[in-house]
């Protein structure tokens, strides 16, 4: 008896666990399937994605990260994935969808490397010292750009914009973007910052995308509080109240006992009384327009009524910020401090119809350091998708303007950088050379995909832009539209340099730590409908259709 072994049971009865290959195989073939969801996407000549979700409402996209973001994906490793473009949006507003391709290409090759019984460590530690190198050669292909080169930031924010089903008014919306940015980019301590909270943007269905156009103050989706105040303030004296203009409540339990009518007469007397100090304090400083966070009593409404003032109420904190940095104004807490000092300045104010709702114009600002963006669009649809670009087009100009660093697109970029990789893995030798060369190999994804969803001859355009990047044609990337090869930045193709490396940066970092996972244990909680280990099942899906 005493030579019998009791097993020792170490995972909760339920749990799962994949072991090495077939751990690393199911992560990688995960990872993979995220990555060409949305491949397809890529480029000018990407297609989109109709993304339905439980209740039926309907996203029509291209955006790498929203398509992401909307599908219910459960395999951790494809969570991991996503991570990616998450990262790739929060830094620097674009090249999710490359960082994501990018991504599962380098973990495809690493699958190779794997099966010649390369292990993991090594790919790894050659993919870090290829991410490195490649990090210092677009810095060594970049050039850079002053907040002058307004041409050069308009290439910029329409490359960023192409392909994302708003091609008819790609040119006005980069033309908007690089005004809003003139408007608000500001000199720091060192170069030039640009803070894109400070362009707002608001959206209407209607018209068409060539209608948008920028405002030189902001627009609120609001309307004036009372019928009787002017539709429209020329000179407009602007006061800005973070303070409701009704009776405050007392902060303690009262009561208060009226026995008579006469004093129930004198209580709503003063309470008029107080509305209407409120109402002449705002008057007497030269205030002909008011803008209020909080609420507007009737009684209030009526008194600037009578004074032919303006006003809007409950307008969001972040707006009224703006607001403040448009008209110059100081956003007032206790209406007793208020003076002509306080006051922001617009050339006209004026609530206007469009699409046949009501919104408030603050414009014809002198020197406004916040600006709106007002997009329009023949459908919501259109709008929303407009929005996004522009979202990621401010991004990218706040990044080249901080940066001030740019390099070809087009996928010349990635043929430069792997070009010059390939030179490099014989230099580090042994076995991370093969792991750099795969890494070299793995960038040619992107122009590869590029010509793929052009529908044109990726393998003969690759041949023929490594022939050009052989002879020194750095610039040299695949003009989708002709189906030729050309220099990118003549084209005006560009994209800033800091895209590029965070796109590296992430996909890298992201296929190294899937590689190194070589054991998967899972709760016995989640066998019951989570993450599907076993494969392409846990994917989950938008509402049961992906």
């Given amino acids: 008896m005493g030579n019998i072994r009791q097993p020792i049971v170490v995972l909760p009865e339920g749990a799962t666990r994949i072991l090495g290959r077939d751990a690393q195989r199911i992560n990688i073939m995960a990872a993979k399937a995220v990555s060409e969801i949305v491949r397809t996407t890529l480029g000018p000549k990407g297609m989109d994605k109709m993304l339905v979700d439980t209740l039926g409402d309907v996203v029509v996209t291209n955006d790498g990260v929203t398509i992401l973001e909307t599908m219910e994906i459960d395999h951790p490793a494809a969570k991991m994935i996503v991570e990616v473009a998450k990262a790739q949006e929060d830094e620097v507003g674009d090249g999710t969808t490359t960082a994501v391709v990018l991504a599962g290409e380098l973990l495809k090759r690493a699958e190779d490397l794997l099966e010649q019984d390369i292990h993991p460590a090594v790919i790894s530690h050659g993919y870090k010292i290829a991410a490195k190198k490649a990090m210092e050669i677009v810095d060594e292909i970049a050039k850079d750009i002053s907040v002058d ?19 008819s008014g790609v040119q006005n919306l980069a033309d908007l973007s690089v005004k809003a940015m003139k408007k608000v980019v500001e000199k720091a301590t060192e170069g030039w910052i640009l803070d894109v909270d400070d362009i707002k943007i608001e959206t209407r269905a209607g018209g068409s995308l060539e209608d948008s156009e920028m405002i030189s103050g902001i627009v609120l989706d609001k309307e004036r509080v009372h019928a009787n105040m002017p539709k429209t303030i020329d000179g407009a004296k602007i006061a800005l109240l973070n303070v409701a203009l009704e009776i405050k409540e007392t902060e303690t339990d009262a009561q208060i006992r009226i026995t008579a009518p006469e004093q129930l007469e004198a209580f709503l007397q003063k309470e008029e009384d107080i509305i209407k100090k409120m109402a002449k304090t705002i008057t007497s400083v030269g205030a002909n327009v008011v803008v209020c966070q909080k609420g507007i009593d009737d009684l209030a409404q009526h008194f600037l009524a009578k004074s032919g003032v303006f006003a809007i ?6 707006d009224m910020k703006k607001i403040a940095k448009a008209t110059g104004g100081k956003i007032i807490t206790d209406i007793r401090d208020l003076n002509p000092k306080d006051l922001g300045f617009a050339k006209n104010v004026e609530e206007k119809k469009i699409a046949g709702e009501a919104m408030t114009f603050i414009q014809g600002c002198k020197d406004p350091k916040a600006v709106t963006l007002l997009i329009r669009g023949g459908t919501t649809h259109v709008v929303d998708e407009a929005e996004r670009a522009i979202k990621d087009a401010l991004k990218v100009l706040a990044v080249t303007v901080i940066e001030g660093k740019v390099v070809a697109g087009g996928g010349a970029a990635e043929v430069a950088i792997s070009t010059r990789l390939a030179k490099y893995a014989p230099k580090v030798g ?31 355009l690759l041949v023929k832009v490594k022939s ?31 895209v590029k490396k965070q796109a590296i940066k992430s996909a890298s970092e992201a296929a190294i730590m899937i590689l190194k996972i070589d054991d998967v244990i899972a709760a016995s909680n989640l066998s019951k409908g989570a993450p599907d280990m076993g494969g392409m099942p846990g994917m989950g899906g938008m509402g049961g259709g992906f």
């Fill in 468 to 498: 050009e990047h052989e002879k020194g044609q750095k610039f040299i990337g695949i003009e989708v539209k002709s189906g030729t090869v050309t220099d990118m930045f003549k084209l005006g193709v560009i994209e800033p340099a800091k």
């Fill in 313 to 318: 109420r409950r307008v969001k904190q972040s």
């Fill in 430 to 460: 042994g076995r991370e050379q093969l792991a750099i060369e795969a890494f070299s190999k793995a960038l040619e994804i992107i122009p590869r995909s590029l010509a793929d969803n052009a529908g044109l001859s990726a393998i003969d």
């Fill in 149 to 167: 080169d307004i041409e050069l930031f308009r290439q910029i924010a329409a490359t960023s914009m192409n392909g994302r089903g708003t091609e």
